[in-house]
T-cell receptor, first 114, second 114 residues
Framework: DQQVKQNSPSLSVQEGRISILNCDYT??????FLWYKKYPAEGPTFLIS?????DKNEDGRFTVFLNKSAKHLSLHIVPSQPGDSAVYFC?????????????FGSGTKLNVKP | GAVVSQHPSWVICKSGTSVKIECRSL??????MFWYRQFPKQSLMLMAT?????????EQGVEKDKFLINHASLTLSTLTVTSAHPEDSSFYIC??????????FGPGTRLTVT
């Protein structure tokens, strides 16, 4: 049972425009969310995170929004650059003894066109 | 940022043989290491969590006798795929975490069993 879902397998955006990647989760116990970026044949690299006490976290061109009532989070990249082309995974974890056990979505492949 | 290495980066082995994959945290002490498996175009699936000096905790459906995990030190964890079969062919990724919440991922190991 997939507790974290990324329903869009791919997204294509023009350079300079905004990229919006979406993620939904089902477990209301999740209280910490992360976005990872992954290039082919490489491990994921951490991008940005947000805890459930916030609804927005911003780091440079990357902003993550959290809507707890909808169990939905999104990653905004603006302006998008060709180097942002990669697969983006969202991940979630819950407080408690398994706080560092991450549940990953299936990823969204972002293509930023020059 | 924290660096995690994996060795080998790719390996081809014959069916029935065993393969060992190493995961090292190069510049920090990893109290917990994780092993993931990724099938093409799918999510990272957590296989097991290991804490230094103790037995690994395996996720449901993962055979502990087939996927042997050893976390002998704060900088090294190994995954041994025993009696490998073609269906074990996959991309195996480790991650490590220290005292914080983030996980730092290795570059992954591509295993092909012929």
């Amino acid at each position: 049972d997939q507790q974290v879902k990324q329903n869009s397998p791919s997204l294509s955006v023009q350079e300079g425009r905004i990229s919006i990647l979406n993620c939904d989760y089902t477990n209301s116990m999740f209280d910490y969310f992360l976005w990872y970026k992954k290039y082919p044949a490489e491990g994921p690299t951490f991008l940005i995170s947000i805890s459930s006490i916030k609804d927005k976290n911003e780091d440079g061109r990357f902003t993550v929004f959290l809507n707890k009532s909808a169990k939905h989070l999104s990653l905004h990249i603006v302006p998008s650059q060709p180097g942002d082309s990669a697969v983006y995974f969202c991940a979630a974890s819950a407080v408690g003894s398994n706080f560092n056990k991450f549940y990953f979505g299936s990823g969204t492949k972002l293509n930023v066109k020059p | 940022g924290a660096v995690v290495s994996q060795h080998p980066s790719w390996v081809i082995c014959k069916s029935g043989t065993s393969v060992k994959i190493e995961c090292r945290s190069l510049d920090f002490q990893a109290t917990t290491m994780f092993w993931y498996r990724q099938f093409p175009k799918q999510s990272l699936m957590l296989m097991a969590t290991s804490n230094e000096g103790s037995k690994a905790t395996y996720e449901q459906g993962v055979e502990k006798d087939k996927f042997l995990i050893n976390h002998a030190s704060l900088t090294l964890s190994t995954l041994t795929v025993t009696s490998a079969h073609p269906e074990d062919s996959s991309f195996y990724i480790c991650s490590a975490s220290g005292l914080g919440h983030e996980q730092y991922f290795g570059p992954g190991t591509r295993l092909t069993v012929t």
